[in-house]
């Protein structure tokens, strides 16, 4: 079974994206700050990570560069799930090492083409 680990600060977009992906057959886990989503990727090496650009402390653009730049969880692909939908907030997003970025609120279909994606 793919094991996804979500990294948001809303309980709310946690639930959402849960009930999405385990419908779908994914294992979920959650976190709700850059730094445990940093730590649970490096325990626990889910198969994708999801994760907010927006939270308190490390934001997930930081999360991302240290989880991209670290070899221990480098080949885990990160899709930026975030309501900053500017192209200069994509590109930099990409530019962390993301391999792909998509804006809230999420169709579901469009997030498992992209979960899909990464995961191929």
Same mark, same amino acid.
Request: charged share 25%; proline share 5%; glycine share 6%.
């Given at each position: ?9 809303? !309980?709310?977009? &946690?639930?959402?994206?849960?009930? +999405?992906?385990?419908? =779908? @057959? %994914?294992?979920? #886990? ?15 090496? !889910?198969?994708? &990570?999801?994760?907010?650009?927006? +939270?308190?402390?490390? =934001? @997930? %653009?930081?999360? #991302? ?56």
């Amino acid at each position: 079974m793919t094991y996804i680990l979500i990294v948001d600060d809303s !309980p709310t977009e &946690i639930h959402v994206l849960q009930k +999405m992906l385990e419908k =779908n @057959g %994914f294992e979920t #886990t959650a976190v709700t700050s850059g730094y445990d989503g940093v730590s649970t990727a490096k325990e626990r090496r !889910p198969d994708l &990570i999801l994760m907010d650009v927006v +939270m308190p402390g490390m =934001n @997930g %653009f930081q999360a #991302t560069r240290q989880l991209t730049k670290d070899p221990d969880t480098a080949s885990i692909p990160v899709i930026i799930v975030t309501t900053k939908n500017q192209e200069t907030d994509r590109v930099w997003g990409l530019r962390q090492g993301a391999k792909d970025y998509i804006t809230k609120p999420v169709s579901e279909q469009d997030l498992l083409v992209k979960i899909r994606t990464a995961l191929s």
